[in-house]
């Protein structure tokens, strides 16, 4: 059975640091390019973080390069996302997606909110 489980969101105040993460069992996490997208209310869902599945390739939105990392750790089938100076505009329900080929699988998300 496939599973895909975000936590780590939360509030946080406009410049603090969150660090999300994402655990996959029932297939061969290390086989599939992870992401992470965001989506907030009115908007479409959109990527923010990508990951190859061998963690040699990244690729950001413009919005997040600098303040957004994302790591993986195929040993423990889970990938990270360390977001810092986080804005308001970053609060969003965020996504973890694992992909290989026709196969792509979603997790349930989790809220991240950036107020003061």
């Known amino acids: 059975q496939v599973q895909v489980v975000e936590s780590g969101g939360g509030l946080v105040q406009p410049g603090g640091s969150l660090r999300l993460s994402c655990a996959a069992s029932?297939?061969?996490?290390?086989?599939?390019?992870m992401s992470w997208y965001r989506q907030s209310p009115g908007k479409e869902r959109e990527l923010v973080a990508a990951l190859t599945s061998a963690g040699g390739r990244t690729n950001y939105a413009d919005s997040v390069k600098g303040r957004f990392t994302i790591t993986r750790d195929n040993a423990k089938n889970t990938v990270y996302l360390q977001m810092n100076s986080l804005k308001p505009e970053d609060t969003a329900v965020y996504y973890c997606?694992?992909?290989?080929?026709?196969?792509?699988?979603w997790g349930q998300g989790t809220q991240v909110t950036v107020s003061s």
């Open positions: 997606n694992a992909k290989f080929l026709a196969y792509s699988y």
């Open positions: 029932g297939f061969t996490f290390s086989g599939y390019a």
